[in-house]
């Protein structure tokens, strides 16, 4: 099956354009809205970590545009997202395991992207490949 792909300006207002995306996508396939909110919401923290750190967009961006790609597909009950982008590199495996107790005591803001999205998907791939990233989500639906 042909997956749906689509360009997103890499500005805060790409993460709800890839919500939409992935949430139409989805819901026109048929898949379950429980199966769905768990997609969508791993996609929303994968492009809000591109946004926000790969891309280092803070809201405002002088400059050429950034762009990221995600390209999505559904094949044998099998969901796949997959993102690509130009910023920083990334290692997953260097991600540590959030820490309420320092997030409720102030001492560190956030850090719990990673850790939803391996909650929400079966299998997070992410490579770093010459001038780009890609990182892809599996769900089986």
């Keep these: 099956m042909k997956p749906w792909r689509r360009d997103f300006v890499a500005e805060p207002a790409a993460i709800s354009a890839v919500h939409d995306f992935i949430e139409t996508t989805l819901e026109a396939k048929g898949v379950s ?3 769905r909110d768990d997609i969508v919401l791993a996609c929303d923290e994968a492009a809000s970590n591109i946004v926000e750190h790969a891309l280092g967009v803070k809201g405002c961006h002088k400059g050429p545009k950034l762009y990221f790609a995600v390209s999505l597909k559904y094949k044998k009950n ?11 590199h990334f290692d997953i495996r260097k991600v540590k395991p959030p820490d309420v107790n320092q ?3 102030g001492e560190r803001r956030g850090g719990f ?6 909650r929400l998907v079966d ?7 010459r001038h780009f990233n890609v990182t892809r989500l599996e769900k089986e639906v």
């Design 33 to 35: 809205a429980a199966m």
């Design 78 to 88: 099998k969901v796949t997202a997959t993102f690509f982008d130009a910023g920083e």
């Design 103 to 105: 997030n409720l005591a």
């Design 113 to 118: 992207g990673v850790f939803l999205m391996q």
């Design 123 to 129: 299998k997070i791939v992410y490579s770093a490949r």
